[in-house]
Each structure stands twice: as structure tokens, then as C-alpha cells.
T-cell receptor
Framework: GNSVTQMEGPVTLSEEAFLTINCTYT??????LFWYVQYPGEGLQLLLK?????DKGSNKGFEATYRKETTSFHLEKGSVQVSDSAVYFC????????????FGTGTLLAVQP | NAGVTQTPKFQVLKTGQSMTLQCAQD?????MYWYRQDPGMGLRLIYY???????DKGEVPNGYNVSRLNKREFSLRLESAAPSQTSVYFC??????????????FGQGTRLTVV
């Protein structure tokens, strides 16, 4: 079936370090891919998305590229800040009748000053 | 700019008690969803409603019922709460069922503890 696998957390980084959170997916066809972020005590909010192969989603300095050949959508940021501390979720979604969002387990990022 | 509003934010129930979690959205979205979030499990879909008047089971529907009261509101009911239903519950909505690239908007969550 369709699924999303994320790297285990927590990920602990110092401010200004480079961030990568790995995400791979298993799916038939061509889903859209998303990264959501959950700040402490809040609901999820969309960080970025990509809807077809080789698309790059970007927002707030974060980037992820839809790689069909490796079925991956890794999240990267060149220089993290303390305010980026949150839980990050990778997700996929198809159109049509099976239109549900399928989430990975989430990765906790802690950025230390 | 309310978006998706859930009530209550926190609740403690005794085993066997019932309760209803309320959700309302003001974005005129057709589709609404209920998820539960558990440590190490990510978000799992309980029920969803593609449009007013329709509801369907998600991954983990057992022990829950839903009502799509109108386009704005989608409630989740626990008829007889069990400790396994201790979780954080999120309601979400999106513009249109059937489109892969539309964003889902989430409420702030309800933290439910069943003792």
C-alpha cells in the first residue's frame, strides 16, 4: 500500500547548522508530496509541497525536491534557527477517489542556540 | 481569520463515558477529516467527509462515529471511551476532495485522556 517513511528523531542541531530530514515514499502512480510543520502546542500547517516529479517546493528557507527515481522528498535548510524547532511531517496525497493525506511518523527537530 | 476551530482543547474522561468533539471551519471547504496523533505513529485518519452529507471510514474508525452536520461542521463522537483512545485529535479541512495538490488546514487539536 501507500506509505511514507521518515528518519527517526529527535534531530538536535546548533543554530546555523545545515538540516536534512529524509523522507521516502511507497506509492503507485504520481502522488503530490507535502511537508507539514507542527510547532509546540499547535496544529499542523503546510510548509511546502510539490505536485510532480522534479518539482522543488520551498518556503521560509526550507526546500524539498520531488525525486521520482529515488521515491524521495528530503527536507533541507541551509541554516536553521532556534525558531525552527518543531515536529516535521512528510505526507503524500493522490487525487481521485483515494484522496486521503497519508503521513509519516514525524521528526522532532530541536535547535540549540 | 479563524480557519478550523476545535472544541474542547483538553478533556479527561472515565472509561465508558461518551463525548463529542466539535469541529467547524469557515473557509467554505467541502472536505473535512478527523485524525488522531500518537507518539511514534504520526497522524492516522479516523473518518473523513468528502462533502456535506457523506462520511467514510479511514484507517482507524473503530470506537468512533462522525456527523457532518452541515458544510461547516464535522463532529467526532466516542460512545464508550477506552484508555486506548487517549490521544491528540485533529480536525482538518480542504477545498476539494479528489484533488491531489490542495492543502489541508488543521485545527489546534484536542488532547483527550481516558482514565
Amino acid at each position: 500500500g501507500n506509505s511514507v517513511t521518515q528518519m527517526e528523531g529527535p534531530v538536535t542541531l546548533s543554530e546555523e547548522a545545515f538540516l536534512t530530514i529524509n523522507c521516502t515514499y511507497t506509492a503507485t502512480g504520481y502522488p503530490s508530496l507535502f511537508w507539514y510543520v507542527q510547532y509546540p502546542g499547535e496544529g499542523l500547517q503546510l510548509l511546502l509541497k510539490a505536485t510532480k516529479a522534479d518539482d522543488k517546493g520551498s518556503n521560509k528557507g526550507f526546500e524539498a525536491t520531488y525525486r521520482k527515481e529515488t521515491t524521495s522528498f528530503h527536507l533541507e535548510k541551509g541554516s536553521v534557527q532556534v525558531s525552527d524547532s518543531a515536529v516535521y511531517f512528510c505526507a503524500l496525497r493522490y487525487g481521485g477517489a483515494t484522496n486521503k493525506l497519508i503521513f509519516g511518523t514525524g521528526t522532532l527537530l530541536a535547535v540549540q542556540p | 481569520n479563524a480557519g478550523v476551530t476545535q472544541t474542547p482543547k483538553f478533556q479527561v474522561l472515565k472509561t465508558g463515558q461518551s463525548m463529542t468533539l466539535q469541529c467547524a471551519q469557515d473557509m467554505n471547504h467541502n472536505s473535512m477529516y478527523w485524525y488522531r496523533q500518537d507518539p511514534g505513529m504520526g497522524l492516522r485518519l479516523i473518518y473523513y467527509s468528502a462533502s456535506e452529507g457523506t462520511t467514510d471510514k479511514g484507517e482507524v474508525p473503530n470506537g468512533y462515529n462522525v456527523s457532518r452536520l452541515n458544510k461547516r461542521e464535522f463532529s467526532l463522537r466516542l460512545e464508550s471511551a477506552a484508555p486506548s483512545q487517549t490521544s491528540v485529535y485533529f480536525c482538518a479541512s480542504s477545498e476539494a476532495q479528489g484533488q491531489a495538490n490542495t492543502e489541508a488546514f488543521f485545527g489546534q487539536g484536542t488532547r483527550l485522556t481516558v482514565v
